[in-house]
Structures are given as C-alpha cells and as structure tokens.
C-alpha cells in the first residue's frame, strides 16, 4: 500500500481528489472541526467511497456521493475554475 497522501483542506480540488482516489491513494484530510485541528481519512476500495472522521465513518456507494460529501465538507478548493 502507497504512503497517504497528507493535505490542508482546500489544498486539492474535488476532481483532483477524487482522481487520487481513484488511482487507489489514500488521503489525510487536515481539517478544523469545531475550532479544532483535526483529520479525516479518504479511501476507495473500487467499489465505495469512505470518509472516515473522528466521530463517524461515511461510506458512499456512487462518485457523484462522494463529490457532494468532499465538496460539502470542505475538504477540496471551492473554486475549482482556477
């Protein structure tokens, strides 16, 4: 298995990440929740998507969920026309 790819929150944009993915990387999200630092890990096993953060782990079954997810949770860079 590959190293996790490490990243600030807005670092990547939706489809930057989710090629990632799909490419089989593992990412560590550093994000701030409730004025905490803290991570969530992003993963594909070919089949779902995982979000999984300290308190719940999200699984998604179509990319177009997990988009909706990364871009909601503000993991990726809002402004993905750059």
């Known amino acids: 298995m590959s190293t ?3 990243l600030d929150a807005g670092e990547l ?3 930057e990440i989710l ?3 799909s490419a089989g990387r593992r990412l560590v999200v550093s994000v701030e929740l409730l004025g905490s630092p803290t991570e969530v890990t992003l993963r594909y096993d070919g089949e779902t998507y995982y ?3 300290p ?3 999200h699984k998604h079954e179509a990319e177009a969920e ?3 997810c990364i871009e909601e949770m503000g993991y990726a860079d809002s402004d993905e026309s750059a």
Request: charged share 35%.
């Open 4 to 6: 996790p790819l490490r």
């Open 13 to 15: 944009t939706a489809e």
């Open 19 to 21: 090629d990632e993915l």
């Open 51 to 53: 979000c999984d953060t």
């Open 55 to 57: 308190t719940q782990l």
């Open 66 to 68: 997990m988009r909706t």
